[in-house]
Nanobody, 125 residues
């Protein structure tokens, strides 16, 4: 079992920045692929970013490429999502997720078995 808790959400103006953090407890954190997903009002949850075990590989959805950066610190059991140049369309509940499957990276929601409770990010225009 892995327990995930997100923090760092809030209200920010367009063009601003936020850093989301996810702290994991339970089993060995370094053994999991970590991902961030988001769900905007009235929309399905979508993939945002993922980072491989040991942090050597990352992947991003196109709308956030070049603006968001995912990173992990296995010593602290944390995974962060640094979000720069935020846009109103980034407004959503952001979820941290962990996958214990044996692949390099995972972008599909169904491949993640552990989820946090979510943190709200609101970007005003």
């Amino acid at each position: 079992q892995v327990q995930l808790v997100e923090s760092g959400g809030g209200l920010v103006q367009a063009g601003g920045s936020l850093r989301l953090s996810c702290t994991a407890s339970g089993r060995i954190f370094s053994g999991y692929i970590m991902g961030w997903f988001r769900q905007a009002p009235g929309k399905e949850r979508e993939f945002v970013a993922a980072i491989s075990r040991f942090g050597r590989h990352t992947e991003y959805t196109d709308p956030v490429q070049g603006r968001f950066t995912i990173s992990r610190d296995d010593a602290k059991n944390t995974v962060d999502l640094l979000m720069n140049n935020l846009k109103p369309e980034d407004t959503a509940v952001y979820y941290c997720a962990a996958s214990g499957l044996g692949m390099l990276l995972a972008t599909k929601e169904s491949l993640y078995g552990y989820w946090g409770q979510g943190t709200q990010v609101t970007v005003s225009s």
